[in-house]
């Protein structure tokens, strides 16, 4: 019963990171880009004052499945780079933690551009 309960959470808080996306494209004349560029950088900051791992208990794959969890990520490797290697772990860090991830997305989009033809949209 407990992993129904949690599926609902995951449903509820990656609901509500949509929302407050689909808002900001509505209500306001931020582009997506920016939009997207925002929410990596909340994930950073939630990562770095340390309240994200909190948050991830809670909401699971609900926050770490979007893109604040792509930018939790980042800070977290650079972060742990920083401990280890010191003041070079700020440029390495975050792309190594991430380099799994960069990777599948460069790889899966060279696989579609393949197979489907693009376009400009209309």
């Avoid at 997207?36 to 909340?42: A, D, E, N, Q, S």
């Avoid at 650079?78 to 390495?92: M, R």
């Avoid at 933690?97 to 579609?112: E, K, Q, R, S, Y």
């Amino acid at each position: 019963m407990q992993i129904f309960v949690d599926y609902i959470w995951v449903f509820l808080i990656g609901g509500l990171v949509c929302m407050i996306g689909e808002i900001l494209i509505i209500t306001t004349n931020i582009t997506s880009a920016r939009i997207l560029v925002t929410f990596v950088l909340v994930g950073v900051v939630l990562e770095a004052v340390g309240v994200f791992d909190y948050i991830s208990d809670f909401a699971k794959a609900g926050i770490n499945v979007p893109i604040i969890g792509f930018g939790a990520s980042l800070a977290k490797g650079a972060i742990g780079a920083v401990k280890t290697h010191g003041f070079l772990g700020i440029f390495t860090g975050g792309l190594t933690a991430t380099a799994g991830g960069i990777a599948a997305a460069i790889g899966f989009a060279f696989l579609f551009a393949l197979i489907f033809k693009s376009h400009t949209k209309k």
